[in-house]
């Protein structure tokens, strides 16, 4: 049973930066994706990066791009986003995601349908 745990979040200042960090156990794959999203008060998940492990193909939100960066470790199974540029409209509740296969395409990637482990969330508060 895969069980992804995260940690990083926090409260930084708009302009700040932070990493999360997920780290996925109990699988034997060679092929998988990650994801992460995020959710604010009342609104549904929204997608915010995605990473395929074997061959570190990226996709993010046109909301992100430019500011967050995602990446895998792949000794570690551990995949990370780097956010700079915190604004306090990107105050969620950030969740990682696990896939047990890769996608072609950012369609794909971007549907929480598309993923079968999540974590339990970690709060991201970007104060003005």
């Known amino acids: 049973q895969v069980q992804l745990v995260e940690s990083g979040g926090g409260l930084v200042q708009a302009g700040g930066s932070l990493t999360l960090s997920c780290v996925a156990s109990?699988?034997?794959?060679?092929?998988?994706?990650m994801g992460w999203f995020r959710q604010f008060p009342g609104k549904e998940r929204e997608f915010v990066a995605a990473?395929?492990?074997?061959?570190?193909?990226?996709y993010y939100a046109d909301s992100v791009k430019g500011r967050f960066t995602i990446s895998r470790d792949n000794t570690k199974n551990t995949m990370y986003l780097q956010m700079n540029g915190l604004k306090p409209g990107d105050t969620a509740v950030y969740s990682c995601?696990?896939?047990?296969?890769?996608?072609?395409?950012?369609?794909?990637?971007?549907?929480?349908?598309?993923?079968?482990?999540w974590g339990q969330g970690t709060q991201v508060t970007v104060s003005s």
């Open positions: 995601a696990f896939s047990p296969y890769v996608w072609t395409g950012i369609s794909y990637y971007s549907d929480a349908e598309t993923y079968n482990i």
């Open positions: 109990g699988h034997t794959l060679t092929l998988w994706s």
């Open positions: 990473i395929a492990f074997s061959s570190g193909g990226t």
